[in-house]
């Protein structure tokens, strides 16, 4: 009987860092996944930055081209 109770705790054990160890993956292709989201905003804020600038500079150009 003591035996058995050791198996079972082991097969528990096991069973145990299984499920951790595939939720741990689950949760680093999580961080990926929100990694290359971020990236993907940051590259289009940057984005609008340039455009923002350009546009700024167009206007500038403008106003001195009045005077």
């Not at 299984?18 to 984005?47: A, D, G, Y």
Request: proline content about 0%; overall charge negative.
């Amino acid at each position: 009987s003591s035996d058995l109770d050791i198996n079972e705790k082991r097969m528990n054990d096991t069973d145990i860092i299984k499920m951790n160890q595939t939720r741990i993956l689950e949760l680093k292709n999580s961080l990926n996944e929100i990694q290359n989201t971020l990236e993907v905003v940051n590259n289009r804020l940057h984005q609008a930055e340039e455009r923002i600038s350009e546009i700024e500079d167009q206007s500038f150009k403008m106003i001195q081209s009045e005077f």
